[in-house]
Nanobody
Framework: EVQVVESGGGLVQPGGSLRLSCVAS????????????MSWFRQAPGKDRERVSC????????SYTDSVKGRFIISSDTDENTVYLQMDNLRPEDTGVYYC???????????????????WGQGTQVTVSA
């Protein structure tokens, strides 16, 4: 069973930065980290859960929700089975629980059209407040 474990959340002032990390493990049956697209979702109080960013390990293509473009950068280290989310110029509206999610893609490229988000982490709290 694939497991993903997040870390790096915390309390930061507006304009500050945080770096989230997510380590994936437990790949079996010929599957590897490279066959997965890794996403960061967030759940803000009173709001729907949204996908913030995604990286497809097979081709390193990325996507971002509009509100974080130019401020967040997603990256992946396939040697370490780790995905990162560098968050700069944080705003109070970025507050929420951030979840790392693995979606099996086999050889499909990109982050579009993902139907099943297979493996979720436990989440890490990010609070942006003065």
């Amino acid at each position: 069973e694939v497991q993903v474990v997040e870390s790096g959340g915390g309390l930061v002032q507006p304009g500050g930065s945080l770096r989230l990390s997510c380590v994936a493990s437990g790949f079996t049956g010929g599957r590897s980290f490279g066959h997965y697209a890794m996403s960061w979702f967030r759940q803000a109080p009173g709001k729907d859960r949204e996908r913030v960013s995604c990286i497809a390990n097979i081709d390193r293509s990325t996507s971002y929700t509009d509100s974080v473009k130019g401020r967040f950068i997603i990256s992946s280290d396939t040697d370490e089975n780790t995905v990162y989310l560098q968050m700069d110029n944080l705003r109070p509206e970025d507050t929420g629980v951030y979840y790392c999610v693995a979606a099996f893609r086999a050889t499909r490229r990109g982050c579009d059209g993902i139907r099943f988000y297979d493996h979720w982490g436990q989440g890490t709290q990010v609070t942006v407040s003065a």
